[in-house]
């Protein structure tokens, strides 16, 4: 069968303590994705600074810039002159001085929806997130030019509940920016091989919803933590369809988004659900 395709863009990238070189450098890996077709590009976590949260209780206000502010006036630009969405992941100071890890996205020169703030927020060695970030309370999508779109973000992407919020609400394609890696370099646990884990369970995502899901991680040495990049897209079948390496990488790939309704009737997980036995996942532990 022939289907409608999508080209979207994932930028991986190192990054640098100069912000302003940050955002420059991810305005070109941006226009160099464009330049390869894509018409949705998707930057990672917290692109444009560094990974503050691996220490507590720092001063990280200078971080901070409001929406609208540089970075999206700055892709806003890019993406009315482009004409394309761009998915940009900052750190946003928000109303009642409250801090966001948070996704606005701009299609067409334009901010669309309200800004995703990140749900779920870790609180672990190296990612000590709840003493800056205070954690979203909603899903949404967005209907941009090339599709509707899920943006969740980081460790989102191990809590099942929250891609199946956005799958309900009419995605077709789940986006999560990301900041993973090995701490100290160490690559594999006794627990072992992290970084499968975290491409296991989002491919699960993908099966359980019949979805289309893109990962984007950054790359380098922060501190304790080595960014194992990997950035994937997953079909609405779990298939691995492209997949970045280690280092810098703009990775490009045709998605099909009419894939997912022929998987959905294939495996019919959402036809069949009991949303009458699912109570209990709202009650608290």
């Not at 899903?139 to 941009?144: A, F, H, I, R, T």
Request: aromatic share 12%; charged share 25%; glycine share 10%.
């Amino acid at each position: 069968m022939d289907y409608h395709t999508v080209r979207i863009g994932l930028v991986q990238h190192a990054v640098t303590e100069d912000t302003n070189f940050n955002l420059r450098h991810a305005l070109k890996l941006v226009r160099k994705a464009v330049e390869g077709g894509a018409t949705i590009i998707c930057l990672q976590e917290l692109f444009r600074i560094p990974y503050f949260p691996q220490e507590e209780d720092k001063d990280v206000s200078h971080y901070a810039e409001k929406i609208p502010g540089e970075s999206t006036l700055a892709f806003a630009d890019l993406s009315e002159d482009l004409q394309v969405t761009v998915i940009v992941p900052l750190f946003e100071q928000g109303a009642g001085g409250r801090f966001f890890n948070t996704a606005a996205v701009i299609n067409n020169g334009a901010l669309i929806g309200k800004p995703y703030h990140k749900v779920h927020i870790p609180h672990d060695p190296l990612f000590f997130e709840k003493s800056y970030f205070y954690p979203g309370d909603h899903y949404g999508v967005y209907d941009c030019s090339s599709a509707r779109i899920g943006v969740l973000i980081c460790y989102d992407q191990w809590f099942p509940e929250a891609a199946r919020a956005v799958t309900l609400l009419g995605a077709e394609i789940i986006f999560y920016p990301t900041a993973i890696g090995w701490i100290g370099g160490v690559r594999d646990t006794w627990e072992g091989d992290w970084r499968d884990a975290w491409e296991t369970v989002q491919r699960g995502h993908a099966i359980a919803n019949g979805v289309h899901l893109a990962a984007v991680n950054r790359v380098g040495t922060e501190g304790d933590l080595q960014f194992w990049g990997s950035s994937f897209v997953a079909d609405s079948f779990g298939n691995i369809i492209a997949k970045a390496g280690e280092e810098e990488e703009v990775l490009l790939t045709d998605i099909s988004p009419e894939k997912n309704e022929e998987v959905r009737k294939g495996w019919g997980f959402l036809r069949n659900r009991r949303p009458d036995t699912y109570r209990l996942l709202t009650r608290y532990r």
